[in-house]
C-alpha cells in the first residue's frame, strides 16, 4: 500500500491506480524495499546460453582473425571468436535486421529478461555508443 500526495492510501500494484510492478536490475541496487511491496522469485528460471555464443553486433558471416596467448591467429567473429548476426543496419533509418540464432527468444520473459535477441541487441548497440563516446565532450541535462 501506498499514500498518494492527498493522502489517498492505493494499492502500489494495482493496474486501476496506473502503477505496475517493476523489474529490478543491477543498478537498482540502492533502491530501498517498503512495507507491502513483493519479490517474485524465480528458483528455476529458464535459460537461453546459446544467447551467449554470438556476437551481437558483428555482421552474419564475418569471420575475424583473434589472437591467442601465444599470438597465433584462429578464426572468429566479432575479434572475440564468436559469430556476427547482423543481416543489415542502417542508424540513419534506424533499424538493424538480425538473422536470428536457433533456441533463443526475440523477447524478454519473465523469468529471464537478458537472454534474447532484443536484450541482446540493446546491449551491444549500447556498448557501441558509449565507446563512440568515450573521450567526447558532451552536455549531459541534470
Request: glycine letters at 10%; charged letters at 30%; proline letters at 5%.
Amino acid at each position: 500500500k501506498s499514500t498518494t500526495n492527498n493522502g489517498v492510501i492505493i494499492d502500489r500494484f494495482d493496474p486501476s491506480s496506473g502503477t505496475k510492478p517493476i523489474r529490478l536490475n543491477v543498478g537498482d541496487a540502492n533502491k530501498t524495499a517498503c512495507a507491502g511491496d513483493y519479490f517474485r522469485v524465480h528458483f528455476d528460471p529458464r535459460r537461453f546460453a546459446d544467447a551467449n555464443l554470438y556476437d551481437w553486433g558483428m555482421e552474419d558471416g564475418v569471420v575475424v582473425a583473434v589472437e591467442n596467448d601465444n599470438n597465433e591467429n584462429e578464426e572468429g567473429g566479432g575479434g572475440n571468436g564468436k559469430p556476427g548476426v547482423i543481416v543489415k543496419r542502417d542508424d540513419e533509418a534506424g533499424y538493424v535486421i538480425v538473422n536470428k540464432p536457433p533456441n533463443i527468444p526475440v523477447h524478454a520473459r519473465v523469468d529471464n529478461s537478458l537472454e534474447n535477441v532484443a536484450s541482446c541487441v540493446g546491449r551491444s548497440l549500447w556498448k557501441e555508443y558509449r565507446k563512440r563516446k568515450e573521450g567526447e565532450e558532451e552536455i549531459v541535462i541534470l
